[in-house]
């Protein structure tokens, strides 16, 4: 109810003015620091039934949410009998028990009676980390990332849509099921090397992936590692075949020579592109730059670096 209450109050003040006002940090829901670890992964700290804190990564490119078992050894969640989701991870997929309990909290708010996958601690990816937070939570929220000072604000979705972005850029999102997930995943259009491609939001992805038909299309000439390299996801690893460097675009943001690596990942056959191009990007693209996510109507803004200006 008050969750409601401030939507409504932020919506009315809108409405009384006649105008859009600039994104701020007013009218967050929470605000909630997160670290960016050395692998890329973004954390947050998350209470399981006033158990905790526990450090949770946040994942756009996983549709349901999910934790690892008993991850201090102080928790008695129950699976629920019978039940069980397929987990599909960057690397390997699984079918796991699902686990229910009371409530998930995050700064200020709580996502009650959540049901979650456990799965066991299984790769480097996962060390230290209680479980991850995907897109069945996170697109409750609208989401801004502020790079400066490593802060999250959870904000109420209806606030973003009256909000003016300027110095932002504007990329347009399309939501896409997989399989029976109940909730998308979210892909957009990114120039690499001149040539336009899909990719997919992933926060939870570290590092930018593509796979070998992209490196095809981009036609690029990647180099080999000359050493044994691999990408770690939640259940299992697989090794990196070759990497490249290339500047990359969307919507008026530009990156200069960012590292992309190739490798042959069960993700791919999951989003249909085992044999069609395919980027996968997050948090290793977005970790310099404030960006919004605005799940409500399928749009990803970024900050403008002082040299981007906004297209005619």
Partial sequence: MQRV?????????????????????EGALTVVPY????SGRILVDARIDGSGPYPFSLDTGASISFIFLDPAGELELATLPDVTATVRGLVASGKYPVVQFDRLQVGDEIWSDPMMVSVPEATPATRGIAGVLGVD????????FSAEDRLLRLYEPALLSGRAYEGWAMVPLEPVSIGLASAPL?????????????ALLDLGAGTNLINAPAATFLRLTPEETGEELLVAGALETAPILARLQT????????WENEDLLIADL?????LLHEDAPLAILGSGLLR???FVIDFERNRLFIRRGM???EPE
């Fill in 266 to 270: 069960g993700i791919f056959a999951t």
């Fill in 186 to 198: 979210y892909f957009f259009d990114i120039e690499i090397g001149g040539r336009t491609m899909p």
């Fill in 288 to 290: 310099q730059r404030d």
């Fill in 137 to 144: 939570f996170l697109r409750r929220y609208g989401l801004w």
């Fill in 247 to 254: 500047a990359m675009r969307t919507s008026n943001v530009s």
């Fill in 5 to 25: 209450l401030k939507a409504l109050i932020s919506t009315l003040a809108l409405a009384l003015c006649g105008c859009a006002q600039v994104l701020g940090p």
């Fill in 35 to 38: 670290e960016l670890t050395d």
């Fill in 307 to 309: 040299n981007e200006v």
